[in-house]
């Protein structure tokens, strides 16, 4: 999680209070090919409708950003060395953590891939260019396995907190999939307590995305 500054001001009004503004560094060091945006949610967690998602023109160029499910429907994963998905996994896990002791919620995983454009560019220059890529990104971008690709991976939404606003937005959501008979699909909603939130994620950054053999507490975290 990378900031370049945190300012405040005063807005002019009578009675405003003080308005914070952080500003985050791009890890995109280039406008990739397409990317996804990542909670372990399935609520609400689409960017396109379903017959949309086959529309190639649509998915490189309408859209920028996909969700979860459609990661999952087209059975996207990420080519990467077994090295590399241990680091990205421990990375994953420490920032888990962290924001589960800050009591944060509502973070996703958002992955760049980037694949040149160039078809008749030879195999070295693509490699260096794919490198150079990965280095600007600081330890947050892997060329893949094939060496066609690079994906840029940073964790980003990590400013809500699990207020009263959050525990009553549960509450009312869980009581409408019940009334629909839906009860199942509650759990794919993103308002959690933070432990929750936080293992739901990583579970489906380990299986989904990674496709690590991750190791899990044997115990379900405490909903609180």
């Not at 078809?119 to 396995?145: N, W």
């Amino acid at each position: 999680l990378q900031y370049l500054s945190c300012h405040s001001m005063h807005l002019r009004w009578q009675w405003s209070g003080k308005v914070y503004f952080v500003v985050m560094r791009n890890f995109f060091p280039v406008r990739p090919s397409l990317s996804c945006d990542r909670k372990g949610a399935t609520a609400n967690r689409r960017a396109l409708k379903t017959w949309e998602l086959h529309q190639t023109n649509t998915v490189a160029g309408l859209y920028s950003t996909l969700r979860d499910w459609e990661w999952m429907d087209i059975g996207m994963t990420t080519d990467l060395d077994e090295r590399e998905k241990t680091r990205i996994w421990g990375m994953i896990c420490a920032d888990c953590d962290f924001l589960q002791r800050q009591n944060l919620l509502d973070y996703s995983l958002l992955l760049g891939i980037y694949r040149p454009p160039d078809r008749t560019m030879d195999p070295a220059s693509k490699e260096a260019l794919l490198q150079d890529l990965a280095r600007r990104c600081r330890g947050c971008a892997f060329v893949s396995h094939d060496r066609q690709k690079v994906y840029f991976f940073g964790i980003i939404d990590v400013l809500e907190k699990f207020t009263l606003r959050w525990r009553v937005q549960r509450v009312v959501l869980r009581l409408l999939y019940g009334f629909a008979m839906r009860w199942g699909a509650a759990d794919g909603i993103s308002a959690m307590p933070p432990p929750l939130y936080a293992d739901r994620f990583r579970t489906f950054i380990a299986h989904e995305v990674l496709h690590v053999e991750a190791m899990y507490q044997d115990e379900t975290p405490d909903e609180r």
